[in-house]
C-alpha cells in the first residue's frame, strides 16, 4: 500500500513506475481527499480510476492546475530558449529537463511547432513562450532583467565549468547543424562552452542544455527543496 498522496514522495522509478490505482483500492478505509481541507488540489475521475501519469508521488490524484501552481510557488529564477529555426526533435528533451529544474520558462525560438514526444507530457506542467525572432526573445530578456548566457562551443566561449552563471540567467541554446545564431551570441552577455575531451565536435543539444541547466541548480537552487 502507498502513502497518502501527501507530502514528498519517491520519483516515478520507485514504486510506481507506471502510476497507481483509484484511491479506495491504494488506501482501504482513509478518507477521501474530497472530503478534505485541500479539496480542491484533487481530481475526482483520478482518485476513481486511478494515477498514471509522469507526475512525483507528492502530486497523486492532484489537478493539472493544481500541481502548476504548487511548482510555481517555488519555480527559479532560470530561463531556458532554444531555437528553432529548423525543426529540432531534441526540445522535447529540453522541455523534460527543464520541468524537472522548476525551470521558470521555456522560449521557443523560430518556429512555433516543435515535436513534443520527447517532452513525454512534461509540457503541461511547464510554461513555454513562443519567440518569432531573436530580437523578441532578447527583449524579453531585458524587460525581465535577466542575463541572456548563450551556450555554444564557438570561438570567444569561456568554459562553463568555471564561468560565473547568473542567478537572474536565460540560458539560450543552438539547434543541431548551425548551432546557436551569430545574433543571439551577439546579443548574449557571454557564450558559455561544455569541456570535451573526444573526436566529436559537439554533444546533442538536449544533453547539453541538461548539463548546463545542472550546473546553474549546482550555483543557485536550494538543494534542500528537491525532492
Ligand atoms: C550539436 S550542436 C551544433 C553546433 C556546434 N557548435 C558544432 O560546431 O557542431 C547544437 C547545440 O548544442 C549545444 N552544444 C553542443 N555541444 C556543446 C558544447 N560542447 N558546449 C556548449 N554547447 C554545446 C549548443 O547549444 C549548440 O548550439
Not at 67 to 74: E, K, L
Not at 75 to 89: Q, S, V
Not at 196 to 225: E, K
Request: proline residues 7%; aromatic residues 6%; glycine residues 8%.
Amino acid at each position: 500500500m502507498t502513502e497518502p498522496a501527501s507530502g514528498k514522495g519517491p520519483t516515478e522509478w520507485s514504486a510506481h513506475p507506471v502510476g497507481i490505482g483509484p484511491w479506495e483500492v491504494e488506501h482501504p478505509g482513509v478518507p477521501s481527499p474530497l472530503d478534505g481541507p485541500d479539496a480542491d488540489r484533487y481530481d475526482p475521475e483520478l482518485l476513481a480510476d486511478g494515477d498514471r501519469r509522469n507526475v512525483v508521488d507528492a502530486y497523486r490524484y492532484w489537478r493539472r492546475s493544481a500541481i502548476v501552481a504548487d511548482i510555481d510557488t517555488r519555480r527559479h529564477t532560470l530561463h531556458i530558449a532554444i531555437e528553432n529555426f529548423g525543426n529540432d526533435a531534441n526540445i522535447g528533451t529540453v522541455v523534460r529537463t527543464a520541468n524537472a529544474f522548476a525551470v521558470d520558462t521555456v522560449h521557443i525560438v523560430g518556429r512555433k511547432r516543435w515535436n513534443r514526444r520527447g517532452a513525454m507530457v512534461t509540457d503541461r506542467y511547464q510554461h513555454l513562450e513562443h519567440h518569432p525572432d531573436t530580437t523578441s526573445v532578447m527583449d524579453y530578456a531585458a524587460d525581465h532583467g535577466l542575463t541572456v548566457v548563450a551556450v555554444d562551443n564557438t570561438p570567444g566561449s569561456v568554459p562553463l565549468e568555471t564561468a560565473e552563471l547568473p542567478e537572474r540567467c536565460l540560458l539560450l541554446f543552438g539547434q543541431e547543424g548551425p548551432g546557436v545564431t551569430p545574433e543571439a551570441q551577439a546579443g548574449a552577455a557571454m557564450t558559455v562552452s561544455i569541456a570535451q575531451f573526444g573526436s566529436t565536435r559537439s554533444i546533442n543539444a538536449g544533453v547539453a542544455a541538461g548539463i548546463a541547466m545542472h550546473a546553474w541548480i549546482r550555483r543557485h537552487a536550494d538543494l534542500d527543496a528537491a525532492w
